[in-house]
């Protein structure tokens, strides 16, 4: 026993007034001696909380088989409640780390007690400041951060109980839907909310479509959080609250409470609009509002999003925008098995619609089996619009490799259904011709060249103005002479088969320049196809 106390009395003259106690009365206790005047109660593990060497108190506290069971408990809550120390709560760590390295049983016992303690934080309603004042600090994300750090411990189970263990996720997920966007921002938390959900899985994000209103802040995180995680009861009701909120968006109601806020700003920022610059600020800021819940549809999707955008993207009263937006919010959205979605889509992209929603329409089409769209596709070919034919025959190729390049050309129109076939879909075909897979799309069209219909003929000889170099020459100068007439094309400017040739007499061909009609498709070759040839060298053999 005297060798204990010399021993004791060593140690304790190296540690603090504190620690020096905690050790005499362990020592006492395994001398087999009263621990009279040696007792820690919840007042010391309180004023522990506050002081240097609060941590290693506490942590002693908790590890220790000679404390009371409801005393160790008191000291985890301590160490959880402890304020950071240089911005960290170390806390936290120590509590979760001296669980683990307590015996099973035991530490099975202080959890039983631990966690109910933490759920009944979890649950105590979010604080809300006074008007005009910012909310008090959130006690609660402390208890947050121990409840996740105790679930996912790496090597150890911290919480073996399944039931405990469901309980206190379940106070998790209300925890976070309580005060979701304060919580989901908050930066002092050890652990992010978005990953506590994210570790919680579909569960944790079921009550978040209930959030996603037309006062919601956080609108493009809640579309990730229910796309990524969400099942799909939760990605539906999250498809039809967006719907909700830009239906709300494009109404009168929104109008008329926005008015207010828009004026404000001017005054705020000294602005005094006309009435026409103010409406051209709403129109914006509508259009702003509007754009950003069709970006949160993108992620989400599901059919009342679909239905929604589909049908919005038609109409003609819409700027080409937002219609463009419609349409690109549902990119790999459209049901190959719904055959009135494709269908509404070949409305869309058949209609006179500006080129930027035309170009989303086809993109649309495009990501549809080759084999369900592709003579739906044929059939725009019959169009007098040669944009859409063009956007048409462009969304085919891209579905197709070399070995689809015969069926191509032979839906190319020719004769009187060749009028109004443009300069620039020829160029644009001949480009993408030339992208193919699976073979070489040269010796596929080489046929092409000298035989076939005039609109054949100009977008095989167009692979050279895209791809051709000085070395290919050889192959383009027999059609020099060829007289077939190129199509008809005068209803629009953009239409028109002419290329641009240095004036006749220049002493500066690089600037001085004049167009000049094109004819045949001998004078598109040697006007239009050769000069772009001779501006290319050949690659260089490679070593």
Same mark, same amino acid.
């Given at each position: 026993?005297?060798?204990?106390?010399?021993?004791?009395?060593?140690?304790?003259?190296?540690?603090?007034?504190?620690?020096?106690?905690?050790?005499?009365?362990?020592?006492?206790?395994?001398?087999?001696?009263?621990?009279?005047?040696?007792?820690?109660?919840?007042?010391?593990?309180?004023?522990?909380?506050?002081?240097?060497?609060?941590?290693?108190?506490?942590?002693?506290?908790?590890?220790?088989?000679?404390?009371?069971?409801?005393?160790?408990?008191?000291?985890?809550?301590?160490?959880?409640?402890?304020?950071?120390?240089?911005?960290?709560?170390?806390?936290?760590?120590?509590?979760?780390?001296?669980?683990?390295?307590?015996?099973?049983?035991?530490?099975?016992?202080?959890?039983?007690?631990?966690?109910?303690?933490?759920?009944?934080?979890?649950?105590?309603?979010?604080?809300?400041?006074?008007?005009?004042?910012?909310?008090?600090?959130?006690?609660?994300?402390?208890?947050?951060?121990?409840?996740?750090?105790?679930?996912?411990?790496?090597?150890?189970?911290?919480?073996?109980?399944?039931?405990?263990?469901?309980?206190?996720?379940?106070?998790?997920?209300?925890?976070?839907?309580?005060?979701?966007?304060?919580?989901?921002?908050?930066?002092?938390?050890?652990?992010?909310?978005?990953?506590?959900?994210?570790?919680?899985?579909?569960?944790?994000?079921?009550?978040?479509?209930?959030?996603?209103?037309?006062?919601?802040?956080?609108?493009?995180?809640?579309?990730?959080?229910?796309?990524?995680?969400?099942?799909?009861?939760?990605?539906?009701?999250?498809?039809?609250?967006?719907?909700?909120?830009?239906?709300?968006?494009?109404?009168?109601?929104?109008?008329?409470? $926005?008015?207010? &806020? @828009?004026?404000?700003?001017? =005054?705020?920022? #000294? *602005?005094?609009?006309?009435? !026409?610059?103010?409406?051209?600020?709403?129109?914006?800021?509508?259009?702003?509002?509007?754009?950003?819940?069709?970006?949160?549809?993108?992620?989400?999707?599901?059919?009342?999003?679909?239905?929604?955008?589909?049908?919005?993207?038609?109409?003609?009263?819409?700027?080409?925008?937002?219609?463009?937006?419609?349409?690109?919010?549902?990119?790999?959205?459209?049901?190959?098995?719904?055959?009135?979605?494709?269908?509404?889509?070949?409305?869309?992209?058949?209609?006179?619609?500006?080129?930027?929603?035309?170009?989303?329409?086809?993109? $649309?089409?495009? &990501? @549809?089996?080759?084999?369900? =769209?592709?003579? #739906? *596709?044929?059939?725009?070919? !019959?169009?007098?619009?040669?944009?859409?034919?063009?956007?048409?025959?462009?969304?085919?190729?891209?579905?197709?490799?070399?070995?689809?390049?015969?069926?191509?050309?032979?839906?190319?129109?020719?004769?009187?259904?060749?009028?109004?076939?443009?300069?620039?879909?020829?160029?644009?075909?001949?480009?993408?011709?030339?992208?193919?897979?699976?073979?070489?799309?040269?010796?596929?069209?080489?046929?092409?060249?000298?035989?076939?219909?005039?609109?054949?003929?100009?977008?095989?000889?167009?692979?050279?103005?895209?791809?051709?170099?000085?070395?290919?020459?050889?192959?383009?100068?027999?059609?020099?002479?060829?007289?077939?007439?190129?199509?008809?094309?005068?209803?629009?400017?953009?239409?028109?088969?002419?290329?641009?040739?240095?004036?006749?007499?220049?002493?500066?061909?690089?600037?001085?320049?004049?167009?000049?009609?094109?004819?045949?498709?001998?004078?598109?070759?040697?006007?239009?196809?050769?000069?772009?040839?001779?501006?290319?060298?050949?690659?260089?053999?490679?070593?």
């Amino acid at each position: 026993m005297a060798r204990v106390d010399r021993v004791t009395m060593r140690v304790s003259r190296r540690l603090s007034p504190d620690l020096r106690v905690l050790a005499l009365c362990l020592a006492t206790t395994l001398g087999g001696l009263s621990t009279a005047g040696c007792r820690v109660n919840e007042d010391d593990v309180h004023r522990w909380e506050s002081t240097a060497h609060g941590p290693d108190k506490l942590r002693a506290v908790l590890y220790h088989d000679k404390y009371d069971g409801n005393l160790r408990v008191e000291a985890a809550l301590s160490l959880v409640r402890m304020k950071p120390r240089a911005g960290r709560r170390i806390g936290i760590t120590i509590m979760v780390d001296t669980l683990a390295s307590i015996a099973p049983e035991t530490r099975q016992v202080i959890v039983a007690g631990l966690v109910p303690a933490i759920i009944t934080e979890l649950k105590k309603p979010p604080p809300v400041g006074q008007a005009g004042q910012p909310s008090p600090p959130d006690a609660s994300f402390a208890y947050k951060d121990a409840a996740f750090a105790m679930l996912t411990h790496d090597g150890t189970v911290i919480i073996a109980d399944e039931g405990l263990k469901q309980s206190l996720k379940t106070a998790l997920v209300e925890w976070a839907i309580a005060d979701f966007e304060h919580r989901l921002e908050n930066r002092t938390q050890a652990y992010g909310m978005e990953q506590l959900l994210r570790f919680i899985g579909p569960t944790a994000v079921a009550g978040v479509p209930k959030l996603m209103t037309r006062d919601a802040k956080r609108l493009d995180q809640m579309s990730t959080l229910v796309a990524e995680l969400g099942d799909d009861k939760s990605k539906a009701a999250a498809s039809a609250a967006l719907v909700a909120i830009a239906q709300y968006t494009l109404s009168d109601e929104w109008t008329k409470a $926005r008015k207010p &806020e @828009l004026q404000a700003a001017n =005054v705020a920022s #000294k *602005l005094e609009p006309t009435e !026409k610059q103010f409406q051209a600020q709403l129109a914006q800021y509508q259009d702003e509002q509007l754009i950003r819940v069709f970006g949160s549809m993108r992620k989400v999707g599901q059919r009342p999003v679909i239905d929604f955008c589909l049908e919005f993207a038609a109409k003609k009263d819409q700027s080409e925008k937002r219609r463009q937006a419609a349409l690109a919010a549902i990119e790999a959205r459209v049901d190959r098995n719904n055959p009135d979605d494709i269908k509404r889509v070949l409305a869309i992209a058949a209609s006179d619609a500006p080129d930027i929603v035309l170009d989303q329409a086809f993109k $649309r089409l495009g &990501e @549809l089996p080759r084999e369900q =769209v592709i003579e #739906k *596709l044929y059939d725009l070919y !019959k169009t007098d619009k040669w944009k859409v034919r063009r956007a048409a025959a462009m969304t085919v190729l891209k579905m197709s490799t070399v070995k689809n390049i015969d069926e191509f050309m032979a839906k190319l129109p020719e004769g009187n259904a060749a009028k109004g076939f443009a300069m620039p879909e020829a160029l644009a075909y001949g480009a993408s011709l030339g992208d193919l897979k699976e073979g070489k799309p040269v010796d596929a069209i080489r046929k092409y060249f000298t035989s076939g219909g005039a609109t054949e003929r100009v977008t095989a000889l167009s692979y050279w103005y895209t791809f051709g170099t000085t070395a290919d020459l050889g192959q383009v100068q027999p059609a020099e002479g060829d007289g077939t007439k190129v199509p008809v094309c005068d209803t629009d400017p953009d239409c028109k088969w002419s290329c641009e040739i240095p004036k006749e007499g220049t002493k500066d061909p690089a600037k001085d320049r004049e167009s000049k009609d094109i004819r045949t498709v001998g004078e598109f070759v040697k006007y239009c196809v050769e000069p772009a040839m001779k501006e290319r060298q050949p690659e260089p053999p490679k070593k």
